[in-house]
């Protein structure tokens, strides 16, 4: 029988397990230093912040991979002999396969600070992470003052996380806004007013120098590089993003350059070794993709894909229109689509945005200048509907299209405040219209096209 | 407003003390001739009662409830004693004449109910002479207390949004040693209520002036019962509203079912006594009604002419015609949170927990065992109710309706409604009797997962799988095991509470009434994946 090793159990590699398991009896084994049973990276956060305990981020229960006859091996994998398809562990012990999935994910991106070793500072993306972060903070006397460097989503959700211990947080972010490489600025701002009313002093433009000891090689304070301030603290969280986890491939001949190169199929150099999820780069990008895309849904899919290649019905990996959420203390966040930064954006993208007057709420439609077509969409504190925004992105249909049926797109609970209304009747006023909103139905919801 | 919450915790505790601790205040006894009255009431025949009660409670001695009690127990025992001897004794003379004479002496019901009826007329003390003051010092206090300490988090819990920070690390709604201490008060309190009412006899006195100015009637520990209800859904409702002031859904479902509990469930029927018709709540339908259709509620119905034809008919339209149509447009969320008294206490009192149920695979299999025995019990049971009532034969197959009626009152009315449906909320969630044990459950879950409009919508491909809302489920539905295969969630047991999709974080779920078609959606692949899907269905 075909043994299939599967090294990392995060959600790419789990899903090609499950995948292949629903096609076909190979043999099955998952390899983890990590943790033994499968858990939602993405809910680590809720554990420290007491919403959840860690078994309730493992969306299976334990006997589910017995009944499944999917392996799991605890180890770290230090050699990978493709000549012999073998395995090797840094306990000496081995394992051969016939095929090999490297699911390997990413690790926090260390930019060579000093003090970056030191005790008490982290990242926030392994289970180990958050039991450091149990050790170092465990409440606000231990942990006076914490420092988090680097402003994208893990910083904000670490943030989020001392926050609920009332622990006094200093947000470093090198931009001159909140995540404005990737949101419009009138986003980037609402985000910023919200961080600061969460009680979190934000430093915009600020960047780290340098991590201070103290005399027992703990964090003791940090300097910042712009002005010299010292600001003491007892953590430092490390979330200026992740790189792909992949140090174990050196000399192991599988073509590498930031993550494990891979073809369209999932394909490495190697035969029957394969890359999925956040270690795997596409030689080249997909439409407007990165070429490592290190999200969630992407390492699912990918995970789906490869699964049926293995399965001996080879399929290319093809995501459909880009999709993407957050929530960003109170605010949740998604997007359906391409919606680009000021900074990045192209000369034929044009901005629709309409703004709550007092709430939280606000929404940044992307269209192309000259055809008004519908590019993608950011919504803040509005849910939107999944299905029919990939369904309107497909059918290439217009900005006016989009607006004038977005009650159906609305996917907020019952009993909502609608803003559908508002929201036409500006883009009426600005581009001289006369858009009428339709009344949502169902039978366009629910019609598949 | 830290000081204020935390003034509030220990007036609210003062307040439970005083409740608590009333108990054991109060002195009861009877004058010969309240006792003389009380039995020409009853019209007990026994020649010794008299007697017996005479001895044991007309004393100038001052009696608590509990000497009360054992003494009034045993004055009842030793009548039906005595007469229980006299019949053996007859019968095996074979004096059959003499044997069937002594039967009319004996006195029925339950030991503690007749003690109950006799404390309530014999109690002397501070509570009966100051209920006013009483009634401030134990529900005034608690009240202000509980409401002091819930208030202040409209500052303390900081802007609108989810607020379930520490909840696992808190020993109140973490099984701690607080969740534990409040399972053997709520369920010493049920047992009390349910078995030996006499006890409670002071809380009682407590509510006798509203009872007096709704009904007219001194209340009963029922009475109580409705009016504790109340007060503990309206005031937990004050912290549902706070906690989820940014969730439209939970404000209007929070007050449906307040305003049903306390209209419909209290004071409708208490109204109804008023003006001599029978005690009914309008909304509380068969099976969960279990003695609906018993031989002498109908016939109490029949006997109170046309109303009570209406109530009959519209207990059976309810239960037959609006209930599963209400399931079909809307779920069954539209009664079990929305509207029933059960579901309003768990989704109230209750919320704090819901976090505590179990969402194994062995839990499902579990509720749907016992949940469904129920059922069939209780449409057992009323098929002999209903038998002995058209055709007045008191046992069907050799088992005496009567006796099938008094398991069910028992072991499913009292021990699992009751004493496990809400005094294990702390342990196992606040949806213990909801999940596994109401009958109409049951009956709504097959027409909802069978022939309803209603779904939890999975929006395509955007859950990642972190587990907020099966950890929030109280009804222990795996909600993310759905959820992360893009599949909508059509289960009997859901609710409709909406809390998974108020915690959700990336805005995965929503519950809905929308076509019947395509409303259970398996997916091979989620949305967001292209791979070509015609082509994999060809290959396989």
């Known amino acids: 029988m075909e043994h299939i090793v599967i090294i990392g159990n995060g959600i790419s590699g789990v899903t090609a397990a499950r995948h292949i398991r629903k096609n076909s009896d190979k043999k099955i084994t998952i390899i983890s230093a990590e943790t033994k049973y499968f858990f939602s990276r993405t809910a680590l956060m809720y554990v420290y912040m007491g919403h959840m305990k860690f078994e309730h981020t493992q969306p299976y229960e334990n006997w589910f991979w017995d009944k499944n006859n999917i392996n799991l091996k605890s180890g770290f994998v230090s050699k990978i002999n493709t000549d012999d398809k073998i395995l090797e562990f840094k306990d000496t012990s081995t394992l051969s396969y016939d095929k090999l999935i490297i699911a390997t994910g990413s690790k926090p991106n260390k930019f060579g600070w000093p003090g970056q070793d030191l005790d008490g500072v982290l990242g926030m993306y392994h289970k180990q992470d958050l039991e450091n972060l149990e050790k170092f903070a465990p409440n606000n006397k231990v942990c006076k003052r914490a420092v988090i460097v680097g402003g994208g989503l893990i910083g904000i959700e670490l943030a989020e996380m001392l926050r609920s211990r009332k622990i006094p947080v200093t947000f470093l972010v090198r931009e001159a806004s909140f995540w404005n490489g990737v949101l419009p600025a009138q986003e980037s701002e609402l985000i910023n007013k919200h961080i600061a009313a969460h009680h979190i002093d934000l430093r915009l433009s600020t960047n780290l120098k340098e991590i201070k000891s103290d005399e027992n090689g703990k964090v003791k304070s940090i300097i910042i590089e712009e002005t010299g301030e010292e600001i003491p603290c007892n953590v430092v969280g490390l979330t200026a993003g992740v790189t792909p986890n992949i140090d174990f491939l050196k000399d192991s001949g599988i073509e590498t350059k930031r993550g494990v190169l891979v073809n369209r199929f999932l394909e490495t150099n190697i035969t029957d070794v394969y890359a999925i999820g956040d270690c795997a780069e596409q030689h080249e990008a997909i439409g407007q993709r990165r070429n490592i895309e290190a999200v969630w849904y992407t390492g699912r899919m990918m995970g789906e894909t490869l699964a049926q290649t293995i399965c001996n019905k080879k399929t290319a990996y093809k995501p459909g229109h880009w999709f993407n959420s957050a929530k960003f203390l109170d605010i949740e966040y998604q997007t359906y689509g391409w919606v680009f930064s000021e900074r990045n954006k192209q000369e034929n993208e044009a901005y629709f945005q309409w703004q709550h007057p007092k709430e939280n709420i606000c929404i940044t439609i992307s269209y192309d200048k000259n055809s008004t077509k519908f590019l993608g969409i950011n919504t803040f504190g509005i849910r939107m509907r999944h299905e029919i925004f990939d369904k309107w992105l497909s059918e290439n249909q217009s900005i006016e299209h989009v607006l004038e049926y977005l009650k159906d797109a609305n996917f907020d609970p019952e009993f909502y405040k609608l803003y559908e209304a508002e929201i036409v009747a500006k883009f009426n006023q600005e581009n001289n219209t006369n858009i009428q909103v339709k009344k949502k139905s169902w039978k366009r919801i629910f019609s598949k096209a | ?540």
Not at chain 2, 43 to 50: A, D, F, L
Not at chain 2, 135 to 164: E, H, Q, R, S
Not at chain 2, 209 to 216: H, Q, R
Not at chain 2, 333 to 349: D, I, K
């Open chain 2, 1 to 540: 407003m830290k000081l204020i919450k935390q003034t509030g915790l220990i007036v609210f505790l003062i307040g439970l003390s005083i409740f608590i601790a009333s108990l054991f205040t109060g002195n009861f006894s009877f004058t010969e001739k309240e006792l003389e009255t009380y039995i020409a009431e009853k019209g007990y025949k026994s020649e010794i009662i008299k007697n017996e009660l005479s001895k044991a409670i007309v004393t100038e001695e001052n009696l608590n409830i509990f000497q009360f009690s054992s003494g009034v127990i045993n004055a009842f025992e030793n009548s039906n004693k005595h007469y229980n001897a006299l019949i053996a004794k007859y019968n095996s003379e074979k004096n059959w004449t003499k044997k069937g004479e002594q039967y009319q002496y004996k006195i029925g019901g339950k030991p503690h109910s007749l003690s109950f009826e006799l404390a309530k007329k014999a109690g002397k003390g501070f509570i009966t002479e100051n209920t006013g003051l009483a009634w401030f010092l134990t529900f005034g206090l608690g009240i202000i207390g509980a409401l002091m300490f819930i208030v202040p988090d409209v500052v303390l819990l900081g802007k609108p949004g989810i607020k379930n920070d520490g909840i696992f690390l808190s020993a109140a709604t973490n099984r701690g040693w607080i969740g534990w201490f409040a399972f053997i008060f709520l369920v010493t309190f049920y047992i009390l209520l349910y078995f030996y009412p006499d006890f409670i006899v002071n809380w009682v006195y407590l509510v006798d002036p509203i009872s007096k100015f709704i009904s007219g009637n001194a209340a009963s520990q029922w009475f109580l019962y409705g009016f504790l209800y109340c007060v503990v859904m309206t005031v937990m409702a004050v912290r549902m509203y706070i906690k989820y002031r940014h969730n439209k859904y939970q404000i209007l479902r929070t007050t449906s079912v307040l305003f049903f509990q306390i209209v419909f469930a209290f004071l409708i029927p208490e109204i109804l006594v008023r003006f001599e018709k029978p005690w009914y709540d309008f909304k509380n339908a068969f099976p969960l009604d279990y003695d609906f259709f018993f031989k002498w509620n109908i016939d109490e119905l029949i006997a109170s002419g046309g109303f009570g034809l209406f109530i009959l008919v519209w207990g059976i339209v309810l239960t037959i015609v609006i209930v599963p149509v209400m399931v079909y447009f809307f779920g069954k969320r539209w009664y079990c949170s929305w509207v029933c008294g059960c579901g309003g206490l768990a989704e109230t009192l209750g919320d704090p927990y819901r976090q505590n149920s179990s969402k194994t695979l062995l839990s499902w299999r579990v509720e749907r065992i016992v949940i469904h025995s129920v059922l069939v019990f209780v449409l057992v049971m009323t098929s002999f109710a209903l038998y002995t009532f058209f055709t007045e034969a008191n046992q069907v197959l050799g088992i005496k309706t009567q006796t099938i009626q008094d398991i069910y009152g028992f072991l499913i009315g009292s021990i699992f409604a009751g004493v496990i449906g809400t005094g294990f909320y702390p342990i196992f969630g606040n949806r213990v009797w909801c999940r596994f044990g109401c009958p109409l459950a049951a009956y709504l879950g097959f027409v909802q997962r069978f022939k309803s409009r209603f779904r939890i919508t999975t929006n395509g491909g955007q859950c990642i799988s972190c587990g907020n809302c099966s950890t929030y489920c109280e009804q222990g539905i795996d909600v993310r095991s759905y959820a992360q295969k893009g599949e909508n969630i059509v289960r009997s047991s859901c609710v409709g509470c909406g809390v998974c999709s108020a915690v959700c974080p990336r805005g995965v779920l929503k519950l809905e009434n929308g076509p019947e078609d395509g409303r259970i959606n398996p997916t091979d692949v989620l949305l967001g994946n292209d791979v070509d899907l015609m082509n994999l269905v060809n290959k396989k």
